[in-house]
C-alpha cells in the first residue's frame, strides 16, 4: 500500500501547524511549502480540502493565514486518510467500477470465510461488500479471467484492513510527541540557513 503525495502533504501541513512556536499566530500557505520546499500551487488544493473537512479554519484578509481547527489528539490518521485518499484500489478487481455486487444475505448464517473489519472503518466495509458473497459478484470489465473465483482478493483485503486498522490507533497528537525535533527542523534550522546565506 502506497499512499499519494496528496495524503502525505495533507498530514505534513497538519503537523506543522500542530507545532508552530506560536500557536495563537496563523500561518501561510507560502511559510508550509517553504519548510517541506514541496510545490504551494499543489499545496493550496490539500488546505482547501482540510478546511471543508474541518481540520484547518481560514482566516481571509489582509492578515489572514490558517490554522488547526481542531487538537491534534481529535485528528484520527485513519479518518483522516480515508477522507482524502482517492481510492484502495489494491489491485484491478478492488476497483468499484470494474465489480457489479450484490448486497450481502443478512439471512445467511455463514461467516466462516467473512472478513474481519473494525467497526468504524468504512472502507473496509465497502470493500467487504465485494468480498463476502462471492458468488453475487460478476465481473463486468475486469482483464483478469479468475477474478469471480480468485482468492487472492481476500488476502489483499486482509491486508488493507489491517493497514487501515493501524492508522486509526493514532492520531496527530500521537506523531508530535518528539514536538521540539520536528520545531528544529521545520522551524528553526530553515532561518538559520537564511540568515547563513544573507551573511554570504
Known amino acids: 500500500m502506497r499512499l499519494t ?16 512556536p506560536e500557536p495563537h499566530l496563523l ?35 489582509k492578515n489572514g493565514g490558517i490554522r488547526l481547527a481542531c487538537r491534534p489528539k481529535d485528528i484520527n490518521l485513519g479518518v483522516l486518510i480515508k477522507q482524502i485518499e482517492p481510492d484502495f484500489n489494491l489491485v484491478e478487481c478492488f476497483s468499484t467500477d470494474l465489480l ?16 474481519v473489519i473494525s467497526e468504524d472503518s468504512g472502507v473496509a ?6 468480498l ?15 477474478s469471480p473465483v480468485c482468492q487472492l482478493k481476500q488476502v489483499f ?10 492508522l486509526e490507533r493514532y492520531t496527530l497528537a500521537d506523531i508530535i510527541s518528539n514536538e521540539a525535533e520536528l520545531a528544529e527542523l521545520l522551524f528553526y534550522r530553515n532561518n538559520l540557513n537564511g540568515l547563513s546565506s544573507l551573511v554570504k
Open 5 to 20: 503525495n496528496y495524503s502525505d502533504y495533507a498530514l505534513r501541513s497538519l503537523i506543522y501547524l500542530a507545532i508552530k
Open 27 to 61: 500561518a501561510n500557505i507560502s511559510d508550509i511549502a517553504n519548510s517541506y520546499n514541496i510545490s504551494k500551487s499543489h499545496l493550496t488544493k490539500i488546505i482547501h480540502q482540510l478546511g471543508q473537512l474541518g481540520y484547518i479554519d481560514s482566516v481571509r484578509g
Open 100 to 115: 457489479v455486487t450484490a448486497k450481502p444475505d443478512v439471512n445467511t448464517n455463514s461467516t466462516a470465510n467473512s472478513p
Open 125 to 130: 466495509k465497502d470493500l467487504a461488500l465485494t
Open 132 to 146: 463476502i458473497d462471492e458468488e453475487a459478484s460478476a465481473v463486468v470489465k475486469s482483464g483478469c479471467i479468475i
Open 157 to 166: 483485503f486482509e491486508a488493507l484492513t489491517a493497514f487501515i486498522n493501524v
